[in-house]
């Protein structure tokens, strides 16, 4: 976590006020009569989880207005944390009313009105249902082109029932105006959920992308460069990234986030390395030149750029995290940097390391000092080999770290690794950006 405080609290405030907006319109104006504890705590736990579900949609990572200063890796993280915590509100709901009060078993009784209650039985099982699939997506076999689907629909269709719910049972919602008010504030969160779907692939079909050319690389890796058809471009920071889809409408499931290999500079086109690790980057080197791609971006924190910093920069990847780092690198060289920069690379053999023979050309264009540990070295290899850890990067990189912007990208667990690591080693929370990558 990168941001400031205060503008991290600031964030976590709007958040809060935001996941509040239920309930503080149930409460407003004169109130009912109060009933027994047990149940307002539980119509209060109902109207807390469609407050925190409604506010799942601004932080997804596609509200840009929303989610500014934060890193994608960041924001999928509290997305998660706060959708089990929805559950827990969701669950909590009818157990605690139930607790309090055996009459309200009526409302989940079929026989006593058959839509209500298939209703709610469906609420608690699309809201189990929908974290599982996140959780263990992988586990049950889950494409990421269906897991989305399914989330997208799950999430749409609990949130609309679970508004439908709070203005029916109006004990706290029986004005007109809380009604109108309840309906205006989570309308806007479905609206939200709605216009990623399907407003914005209408803006995009007027600046599609043509695949000017599919290249093989090391580690089962694929280079696509892809030019604008009929438009400037995309104009973006080294280390951002876009959703990619391929195809001749932009309307599909097939969407990923990639970060931008190429240069910043680079006159309209754009380039993505991607390692073929799942069902989508496994099929793209069947992708012929000459096709159609659409772009969604840029999004990201995650950039570096020449003279942010005069002392240097450090960058720490494994595997294909090195990908947004590329894109600094190119950069730098492109517009003639001169501080120093560090990068260790983590592969797992030497002939894995992806983009090699060009970082090699990099540390004689730029103060660039590359260092790559392996897995599996071969017997001839003089450098650092096994897992980065603490003490290696200790042992590498420069002693005044702590002032320098640390930028560290790979797999879940190298990332869960060195990210307390580099803090043991002084770097500020505001000097580091991290960015762990699953989505494939």
Known sequence: MNLGWLRFSLWMLAYMVLALVPMAIALAGPTPELRARGVETGVMFGLLALGVLSAQAVTSGRQRWF???????????FHRQTGLFALVLVLAHPLTLLLADSSFLTYLDPRDELLRALSLWFVLLAATALVVSSLWRLAFGLSYERWRLLHGALALAIVTLGLGHALMVDHYTGPLWKKALLVAA????????????????????RRPWRVA???GGRDDSWTLRLLPRGHAGMAFRPGQFAWLSLGDSPWTMQQHPFSMTSSADEDGAVEFTVKALGDFTST???????GCAWLEGPYGVFTWQPGQCPDGAVFITGGVGITPVMSMLRTARDRGAREPLWLVHASGDFDSILFRE???????????TVMHVLDEPPDDWDGESG??????????????????????????PMADALEPALSRMGVPAKNLYCERFDMV
């Open 67 to 77: 989610a500014r200063g934060l890193g994608q890796d960041d924001l999928l993280r």
């Open 186 to 205: 989570v309308g806007g969160a479905l609206y939200l959920m709605v216009e990623t779907r399907l407003r914005r692939p209408w803006r995009m079909r």
């Open 213 to 215: 050319e599919v290249r």
């Open 284 to 290: 793209l080197e069947d992708t012929g030149a000459g």
């Open 358 to 368: 060009e970082l090699e050309e990099l540390e004689h264009a730029l103060p660039l």
């Open 387 to 412: 897992k980065v850890d603490e003490a290696m990067l200790r042992r590498c990189l420069p002693r005044g770290i702590a002032h320098l912007p640390c930028y560290l990208c790979g797999p879940e």
